[in-house]
């Protein structure tokens, strides 16, 4: 009867060794696994060079999981380049779901934007992943795939992840923080080259970094907190799930974060044209966030079809990061990338057919 077991994707170098200790191979064939998988990103273990035929076949038939390939990488099922490179990737799972990762590059990164869940339950309304709900949270070599696929088709490494892509990193910490220990140990990246993005789930942040710190020894990561409004009754029209965790509340949790990890905040706020963008709500933002050492990363909306928000001027978004700055808050402007092929944040919705 065959084995069901954790696909090798994921596992790490001493857990690989042991692996081939138990099948009776040389503990060095751990370290031919863990180089095939994470150096050469191989797709099954005939791919991986010098390994015994008959221990490759045995691994094959016997360490399955859930019926998939014992590595557990993905189907790419569709692949959309935009004018500026970023390019969005939909992936096939084992159990026939479907999920988005994006990579975007610059002149000296490779930024992956990955996905934490297939769907999302906070239905943002700005936001097209949350419009079908929720299927599942990913585990660890679902999230490690998407990094390794971008390498893969982009044909270069990734210098940073941000897990904003599909679904809430809070609703699933384990695995989030699981593949972030991976992708440091494993594929060489720094933690803070990697950044988890949350809109806020109640009681999770302080959990987030009780389990950093037990997980991963220290927590440098940076954690980006969605605002999106300056006040409890707007967010609440913008992320339904804000009325069970009120804004006074959330800004607690980020204060005892920083005080357990010693980490600045990022807040990330999307620009709604005529809605959240005038002056005197840059204004109550920076009185919210005193006395925080934070950053605040403003964001043009990015059009989506179920919701008629409008997309701000240059001129509002240059107004309100004007605001801030004179109020002595950090701020910065980030550039939407892939909105010709629906790749930017907030458009992510694993779309097969054309769009």
Known sequence: MALSRAPLLGQGLGALETLAVEQGQPRYRGRQLHDGIYAKGARSVAEIKGLPRLWSESLSQTFLADGGEVIGRSTQLKCNVARDGTTKLLLATADGLSLETVGIPSRDRLTVCVSSQVGCPMGCRFCATGKGGLQRSLEVHEIIDQVLTIREVMGQRPSHVV???MGEPLLNTEAVLDAIGCLCTDLGMAQRQITVSTVGVASQLPNLARLAIERLGRAQFTLAVSLHAPDQQLRETLIPTAHAYPIAELLEDCRSYVAVTGRRISFEYILLGGLNDHPRQAAALAQLLRGFQSHVNLIAY??????????????????FKAALEQRHVAVSVRASRGLDENAACGQLRRRIGTE
Not at 308 to 315: C, I, K, L, N
């Open 302 to 319: 990015n059009p989506i079809d179920e919701e008629d928000f409008e997309r701000p001027s240059p001129e509002r978004v240059a107004a």
């Open 163 to 165: 897990f904003m892509g």
